[in-house]
């Protein structure tokens, strides 16, 4: 990596980002059209990600299980909706094993309608539900324009898949993950959402509702992060799939669907990131602490090396994930230039004064306000105090972007053309009053680019309820929150 | 699940493993051909191979990246024994977004081609060797027969490539994966293998060399469960990967890659199985302990299920899978058989008269010979020595599979009709010396639809090594393992 910069955000920040993305080493283009490759670190990232997730979903019951790529293009016809909102996005196999399928088969955008045949199978009677089933796989939706980890025809996720006997039990679910992602956004990726409803037309295919978990990106643009979704008895209606109820009635299964994907690392990006490159939280980074020896002798770099083993030995065994840069090759200089691109949250500097010393100096990838840009520390000070300097910067990154957020989050907006200049101007979320007509939409759409986000949940809703539409005609039936987005 | 016995192994192995695959719920049929969901009981066990290999990969200095699904046509025909070896099972995708797609795109069947390629982007010099990734993903090859786990279209599997300077390296880096490979399956799976290399007519399309860790199963066929490739500059040469010397020459790098898929849990499976199901080994078991509470009474039910929980808690504590069965509608027979079949290592039973004595009784699901079906040991013992059970479990597992596959290796045959026989009536394998022609292979396929599976590794030669060639014309090139195959 060299030391050029980056596009700085200033000058665009779409530029900045794809610029990071690449030199930052989280992934490359490939070279098949709208695909990207995930690099190793980028990847160690993501696999951060399948970690904290997977643990909180078998926390809450789910099971793990795998289900096949290609789907039988009748299947995904089955729910009307389903298909019309896939279909132009479809990868379709036609050949196989030599010849021409009888039936063309479509990489899978989304597995509803698989597993819900599935579970046609496995359910008898209410004895056998809830069914509370997770899958990590790759899906294919075939994008016009794409973006490295934001839009990509494939990408990888996890899609939840759960069958209950009662709507009440569906939607309790649907809420539960809701606040699952939630929970894991705001303290893993420290990229605190918005969560709410969504309007109509910007309802998963298929749904009945769909909830979501919006966070704003540094840009002020939204990013639609997850989506959780009651299903009602849409696609068991469809795969015709039933259960013996309790008193022995003959009744279709309530499911739910929900995911999160490889979309997140680009929030992390846009979340954190800054002229330098990444911000990677903590307990998200493959390498949390990288420990750079310092010399210009032979003897100053065997004893350098032989501290920076001690030290990483010492922090592994606390739990850190520490690495020791030791290329030869590279000076001092261009090694901090690339860890702080990646955005490794500490890097331990040891050279020959700090060996005379007993001390080591830590430099964190953002420096508190006012703070001095190296902490000079006695070196058992600096290896015991790193787990705990580890979930302080892990916080202290949370507090930032809910500060960010809410500085950005215009409340109480109740006029159009205030509306579009915040839009257009500065960006952020915009609380306004929604008569639900979809006719408004549009035209926000159509003037300022700008849709709603969602209808905030209860905790995030203006303290005063709007009264009127912000389209000036009609009351406000719901409040909802406004923005450009990804 | 259902009381009905599984079919015998004895009567039909092939009906057995069908049978217990499906009921033990390691996996179903799919509506799609050739593909199969593996559901929770098996992704549970795929999930425990994945995180002991994955560890054992990062351990030797490799790194995850993910790669695309989707290959264009022009990349696989690059290499042309490649192409050959893999086009006649290629899924085609022709159609996306609703157009024809200009090029036709290959679901992956394996991703050498691909990996190489971006391999050229990220190479400059030698200081960018070794490259050492992983990948873990689904391919597809399009099989005429498929069985559940040993031969589907779709698998999931993990995918190593490698790039080096210098042949030597890399040829030691296939050998220490075949050995990664070796303890993986001893260890974890308790499934020893053969190692050795592969005769050129079952080498990997495009390698130089292929060398395999081959299983033999309980009714006497070999599995081969791993590859490693050492690809020489074949796949380098074919997509023009060239890095500068440290000599400064451009030179081009020298490639391996190496893969295990789901196959390992069919191995599992006919390692260890037996007429009443599964036995899954401790470190592959997403549950290995399961507690059963007994009761009549709704007393005695709120009784033992209060001690089953604090027995669970305890021996979570203790680093155990643990879980305790409370469904009401079934009996403790029922819940027996079904445990049994799924191969949980071991069970508790918490009665009226273990909460009187104190005591708890424990099942195992094999029994060392001649001990007695359950041991009844005071509970502070039971839950003292669980770990230590479940570990000595596990290394009986493997020493008597050990055993079985020694008893079933006929060693030193030089009689051509002699190893007819042998692979007719018994199965197993069987080590002679071949002259190294292809021929004498094509004969042995004909006439007893045996295969050459290695040229053994030295540790598994023979001491005194054959002179002659079992065709009987001809020296002994080589020592070579002959079997019936999977």
Redesign the interface.
Known sequence: MSRETLTPQSESFADWYNDVVLRAELA?Y???RG??????WG??I??NMQRGLDDMFKATGH??????????MS?IEKEAEHVEGF????????????KELEE??V?RPTSET?IL??YG??IQSY?DLPIL?NQW??V?R???RTRLFLRT??F?WQEGHTAHATAEEAQAHTRLILNVYRDFMENWIAMPPVTGLKSDSERFAGAVETYACEALMKDNRALQAGTSHFLGQNFAKASGVTFQSEEGREEYVWSTSWGVSTRLVGGMVMTHGDDAGLVVPPRLAPTQVVIVPIYKTDEERSATATKAREVEGRLKGLGVRVKVDDRD?MNPGAKYYEWERKGVPFRLEVGPKDLEKGSLALARRVIPEGEKRKLFLPENEAIETMAGRLEAFQTRLKEQAIARREANSHRGVTDWNTMREILEEEGGFVYTGWSGDPAVEERAKEEMKATVRCIPDPEFATPEAPTTCISGEGEAKYEVVWAKSY
Do not use: C, Q
């Open positions: 490359d490939s070279p098949v695909s990207m490759v995930i690099r190793p990847y160690g993501w696999e099971e793990n299980a795998y289900f096949p790529l290609l789907i039988p299947f279909k132009p996005e479809l990868a379709i196999v036609t050949h196989a094993g030599g063309p088969l990489v698989v045949e599935m199978k496995w004895r089933i796989a790759n294919m075939w994008e016009m025809a494939e990888l090759h």
